[in-house]
């Protein structure tokens, strides 16, 4: 007979109940693993496709693909911008004055006034526009006085105000000045207040009292042309859109006498460049992570293909995006202005070629990617299929493998009791042979003895 010691129960059970369920647990790894690595690279694709989704907008969401710039000959006078829709061509301007909202700044408001009896005072400008001020909602410590800073206070949080006029205040000479400034530049931005309802007398005289004025409400005054022989422009505001396609801002007024400055408005052929270049390089990027998540492998040389090697929905989705590049949107098509794709599908851009189509219809750039029927919305109209919140595929493919996962956590369980059971169950069987050997063992000793003493 054996050692006793030749049997280890739990060893053996573990051995037995390993292989009882080795088979289902190598299939259940297997598929574990699977889903794992199709929840990285749904993820994968699911930043690649944002990615790429957030270049075409951040390009959609530009009024024009084109580029141009629109430089004064003195920047200290005027600057402006394009919006890419204006024509090519040179102004002239002469700024004789500047728009300017009026700023007024009332002195000797007392230090203290009751709030119980400081009335009303209403508030009107040159526009037309006008609100009433309850002086007493200004007790902002509730101790029934108001201070100069909480009757300022009562008038910017007036109901009407909606920022037409601004109040603050000022020390000076160790006395509060009360400013007014209106919302708005333009002659129509004069404040003129009314007092007859004001409660407290020093208020009403301190208010009546005629005011410094910090800054007169005047109107822009600028010639298109020479200065007093152009076309005489008179506006509230300091910005002119008078030219198609350009927002311009004057910031200083001509001294007489000098000459006019001057805008000129080009094509910036090296930033539509840019703007092309992003999209290029926005989807050569996604191709790049779909040619990853498609690959095939190599056999040969021992290569594993991906995940979504032979996912008819993601090879799908590759090819759709590589067609709409071929597609004509508005008669214009990509390849046409200087973009081609190699033997892989790279997409590469010659700017020459760029340039040549630009020249020859520069409108049609706008028309091929801009707007809501070309190559940008068509991307993001097919990208919105997969990204989509509610019903995109990625969401619904992530939902069915949160919903395999689940059941491969339930299926482990279930494994992982099986394995508990068999080994239990081998654990006493074993256990009960190794005492059964031990006795055996011993009755095997007595009777050795005796043969021995006979």
Same mark, same amino acid.
């Given at each position: 007979m054996s050692d006793v010691s030749s049997i280890n129960p739990s060893q053996l059970a573990q051995q037995l109940a390993t292989a009882y369920t080795q088979q289902a647990q190598t299939l259940l790894d297997s598929q574990s693993q699977r889903a794992s690595s199709t929840s990285k690279a749904l993820q994968s694709l699911r930043s690649a496709l944002q990615a790429f989704q957030s270049a075409i907008g951040s390009l959609s969401g530009k009024s024009s693909v084109l580029q141009q710039t629109a430089t004064f000959s003195n920047t200290a006078v005027a600057n402006a911008s394009t919006n890419g829709s204006a024509q090519a061509g040179s102004y002239s301007f002469f700024v004789t004055k500047l728009a300017s909202a009026n700023q007024l700044a009332y002195q000797g408001v007392p230090t203290s006034v009751t709030a119980s009896s400081a009335g009303t005072l209403g508030v009107s400008l040159a526009d037309g526009s006008s609100f009433s001020v309850t002086l007493g909602n200004g007790d902002l410590d509730g101790d029934g006085n108001l201070t100069p800073t909480e009757i300022a206070r009562a008038i910017n949080q007036a109901a009407g105000n909606s920022s037409k006029v601004a109040a603050s205040v000022m020390t000076v000479n160790g006395q509060p000045q009360l400013l007014l400034t209106a919302g708005k530049t333009g002659a129509g931005s004069q404040i003129t207040l009314n007092t007859t309802a004001v409660g407290d007398s020093s208020l009403q005289n301190a208010l009546n009292a005629a005011p410094v004025v910090l800054a007169a409400a005047d109107d822009a005054d600028v010639w298109l042309g020479a200065e007093n022989s152009g076309i005489h422009i008179q506006q509230a505001s300091n910005s002119y859109t008078g030219i198609s396609g350009v927002s311009i801002n004057f910031t200083q007024a001509m001294a007489p006498g000098t000459a006019p400055v001057t805008l000129t408005v080009a094509a910036d052929n090296g930033g539509t460049a840019k703007n092309v270049q992003s999209f290029v390089d926005a989807y050569n990027?996604?191709?790049?992570?779909?040619? /990853?998540?498609?690959?095939? &492998?190599?056999?040969? !040389?021992?290569?594993?293909?991906?995940?979504?090697?032979?996912?008819?929905?993601?090879? !799908?989705?590759?090819?759709?995006? /590589? !067609?709409?590049?071929?597609?004509?949107?508005?008669?214009?098509? $990509?390849? *046409?202005?200087?973009?081609?794709?190699?033997?892989? &599908?790279?997409?590469?851009?010659?700017? *020459?070629?760029?340039?040549?189509?630009?020249?020859?219809?520069?409108?049609? $750039?706008? +028309?091929?990617?801009?707007? !809501?029927?070309?190559?940008?919305? &068509?991307?993001?109209?097919?990208?919105?299929?997969?990204?989509?919140?509610?019903?995109?595929?990625?969401? +619904?493919? +992530? /939902?069915?493998?949160?919903?395999?996962?689940?059941?491969?956590?339930?299926?482990?369980?279930?494994?992982?009791?099986?394995?508990?059971?068999?080994?239990?169950?081998?654990?006493?069987?074993?256990?009960?042979?190794?005492?059964?050997?031990?006795?055996?063992?011993?009755?095997?000793?007595?009777?050795? &003895?005796?043969?021995?003493?006979?």
């Open positions: 990027t996604l191709k790049q992570k779909l040619d /990853e998540l498609t690959d095939t &492998g190599d056999a040969a !040389s021992g290569k594993a293909a991906s995940v979504f090697a032979s996912d008819a929905g993601i090879r !799908s989705l590759r090819s759709k995006l /590589e !067609s709409m590049l071929r597609q004509s949107f508005n008669s214009q098509t $990509l390849f *046409s202005y200087g973009v081609s794709a190699d033997r892989n &599908g790279t997409l590469s851009l010659n700017q *020459s070629k760029l340039e040549t189509a630009l020249a020859a219809n520069p409108s049609g $750039l706008d +028309q091929l990617l801009g707007g !809501s029927s070309g190559l940008l919305a &068509g991307n993001k109209t097919y990208l919105n299929l997969w990204l989509g919140s509610v019903n995109g595929q990625l969401k +619904q493919r +992530q /939902e069915s493998l949160d919903r395999l996962q689940t059941d491969l956590t339930r299926r482990q369980d279930q494994l992982s009791q099986r394995y508990d059971q068999a080994f239990n169950r081998y654990l006493l069987q074993f256990t009960q042979l190794q005492t059964l050997q031990s006795r055996m063992s011993d009755t095997n000793g007595i009777l050795a &003895g005796l043969s021995a003493t006979q």
